[in-house]
């Protein structure tokens, strides 16, 4: 089993804080889940958005598998996401009071050989937090030369 897979969005963590982090299941295809496990999956635009009370990943590209046959899938349509009822009324409600938005993390494949997505709950940054944590980023990096050194 390729457990290796994980893929993650790096814009995210930059542009968003995190309030709460949630691990969902996925609905993919046949040729969807073999072209992730080669590793062939963008995360860079990709959010959540709840169509009729159920939760869907928008702007997450999964390339087309290589060996497919006549029958292939679109890299970027919508994909299911697979929770709790409980957790999405609860996900819904805070979205649609505070102005939240829901981001992809990661994308990985569990033990048992399952596609999983990690979402989390965030509020976008503000230009002031973004130079900040650039500036502990820098700072980190220098502190890790000198140490190496």
Same mark, same amino acid.
């Given at each position: 089993?390729?457990?290796?897979?994980? #893929?993650? %969005? +790096? +814009? *995210?963590? /930059? %542009?968003?804080?995190?309030?709460?982090?949630?691990?969902?299941? #996925?609905?993919?295809?046949?040729?969807?889940?073999?072209?992730?496990?080669?590793? +062939?999956?963008?995360? &860079?635009? *990709?959010?959540?958005? /709840?169509? =009729?009370?159920?939760?869907?990943?928008?702007?997450?590209?999964?390339?087309?598998?290589?060996?497919?046959?006549?029958?292939?899938?679109?890299?970027?349509?919508?994909?299911?996401?697979?929770?709790?009822?409980?957790?999405? %009324? +609860? @996900?819904?409600?805070?979205?649609?009071?505070?102005?939240? &938005?829901?981001?992809? @993390?990661?994308? /990985?494949? =569990?033990?048992?050989?399952? *596609?999983?997505?990690?979402?989390?709950?965030?509020?976008?940054?503000?230009?002031? $937090?973004?130079?900040?944590? #650039?500036?502990?980023? $820098? #700072? %980190?990096? $220098?502190? $890790?030369?000198?140490?190496?050194?």
């Amino acid at each position: 089993m390729s457990a290796g897979i994980n #893929i993650k %969005n +790096k +814009k *995210a963590w /930059f %542009n968003y804080e995190f309030l709460e982090k949630y691990i969902t299941g #996925i609905q993919l295809r046949g040729t969807e889940i073999k072209s992730l496990r080669q590793g +062939k999956a963008s995360l &860079t635009e *990709a959010y959540c958005a /709840f169509s =009729n009370h159920e939760l869907f990943v928008h702007n997450m590209s999964i390339s087309e598998y290589s060996h497919r046959g006549y029958v292939s899938h679109e890299p970027m349509q919508y994909r299911k996401l697979l929770m709790k009822r409980r957790e999405l %009324n +609860k @996900l819904e409600k805070k979205v649609n009071e505070k102005g939240l &938005t829901i981001v992809v @993390l990661r994308v /990985f494949i =569990n033990e048992k050989g399952l *596609a999983k997505l990690e979402i989390a709950l965030a509020r976008g940054k503000r230009e002031y $937090d973004k130079r900040e944590s #650039i500036k502990k980023k $820098d #700072i %980190n990096r $220098d502190l $890790d030369r000198i140490r190496t050194r």
